[in-house]
């Protein structure tokens, strides 16, 4: 889960590629579930999840954008703090991760 100060339940993220910023209100990655962003945090504030549906977004390392559970967090222009980066590895890696046994590269 997502580590920091003052994380409460509601919170949500929404990824974007790496060459945007966060005040840029008009960025959207395919692939992305429930319309880009994240369903509101658990746990504190630490957990997020995109649900169940699949992300199918290319693998690569996209840049966390945060909205405190205090406004609607709808719109893009009120994800403005970046909160981390979020790195979707290719399947292949992931499947080696998790086949191989240990000391296998």
């Known amino acids: 889960g997502l580590q920091g100060f003052d994380l409460k339940e509601g919170h949500k993220l929404r990824p974007i590629y790496l060459n945007s910023t966060c005040e840029d209100t008009t960025q959207v990655v395919d692939g992305i579930p429930n319309g880009g962003m994240t369903f509101p945090a658990s746990n504190d504030g630490r957990d997020f999840s995109f649900g169940n549906d699949p992300v199918t977004v290319n693998a690569g390392s996209f840049r966390l954008c945060w909205c405190t ?4 967090c709808g719109a893009g222009d009120l994800f403005t703090f970046q909160a981390g980066i979020l ?9 080696m991760a998790e086949v191989a046994p240990a000391g296998w590269s």
């Open 69 to 72: 559970s205090i406004f609607e």
């Open 87 to 95: 790195r979707i590895a290719p399947y292949e890696e992931f499947y």
